[in-house]
């Protein structure tokens, strides 16, 4: 059973569309993150929510929203793409806060054409 | 100020020998976590060992081991008996024990490691 699962793998958009990524952990954990991987492999936090309630909110521009339905899951939204949005994009989570080990989803490639 | 530094962008290593990457941070926080992820071509993150800043011992994992020297703030990934798979990029991350930052992984910029026959 897949720990951390994201869908889509990959999504190849154009510009100024509107896409989703859902990530789903059924590992019961309390909290789940975002992750962005830039095209120089730099991975940086996004969003981090706890028992569904958002705790970090990285500088990241508006047209990105986190929503979070239930412990188990993190959707990203993003509005209005641009071609700087193309990276991969990861969900991960972890027990609490605190907790030693971050578990990551596979990822998903965007492209932004 | 860079928080995780990684000096190496990569490295070579023969199969079956020792390799070590290098990682330095940088805190103020008297608690923190230090880790090492590894990404292979395929792109997931895989985690690979932990080592609290109040662990007296080094952690280790397999063949993974974490040396841990507080006064220099450094953590450097020590892989015993290297292995062709083990040929991947390599990141360094810390999370701070602060409330407002709490969770929150900073990664280094990574080492490309290749190991060969």
């Known amino acids: 059973d897949t720990a951390v699962s994201q869908t889509p793998k990959y999504l190849v958009t154009q510009m100024g569309n509107d896409k989703s990524i859902k990530c789903e952990q059924n590992?019961?954990?309390?909290?789940m993150y975002w992750y962005k991987q830039d095209s120089k492999k730099f991975l940086k936090i996004m969003f981090s929510y706890n028992n569904k309630e958002l705790i970090i909110n990285e500088t990241v521009p508006n047209r990105f929203s986190p929503k979070s339905p239930d412990k188990a899951h993190l959707n990203l939204h993003i509005n209005s793409l641009e071609l700087g949005d193309s990276a991969v994009y990861f969900c991960?989570?972890?027990?609490?806060?605190?907790?030693?080990?971050?578990?990551f989803g596979p990822g998903t490639r965007l492209l932004v054409l | 100020a860079q928080k995780i530094t990684q000096t190496q962008p990569g490295m070579f290593v023969q199969e079956k020998e020792a390799v070590t990457l290098d990682c330095t941070y940088d805190?103020?926080?008297?608690?923190?976590?230090l880790f090492w992820y590894k990404q292979p071509s395929s792109g997931e993150m895989i985690f690979l060992i932990y080592q609290g800043s109040y662990d007296q011992q080094n952690a280790t994992e397999g063949r993974y081991s974490l040396n841990f020297q507080k006064a220099r703030k450094s953590a450097n990934l020590v892989i015993s008996a290297s292995q062709l798979g083990d040929s991947a990029m390599y990141f360094c991350a810390m999370r701070e024990g602060r409330g407002s930052t709490l969770g929150r992984l900073y990664f280094g910029r990574g080492t490309q490691l290749t190991v060969w026959p």
């Open positions: 805190t103020s926080d008297p608690s923190y976590g």
């Open positions: 991960a989570s972890s027990q609490f806060l605190a907790s030693e080990t971050q578990y």
């Open positions: 590992l019961g954990h309390d909290t």
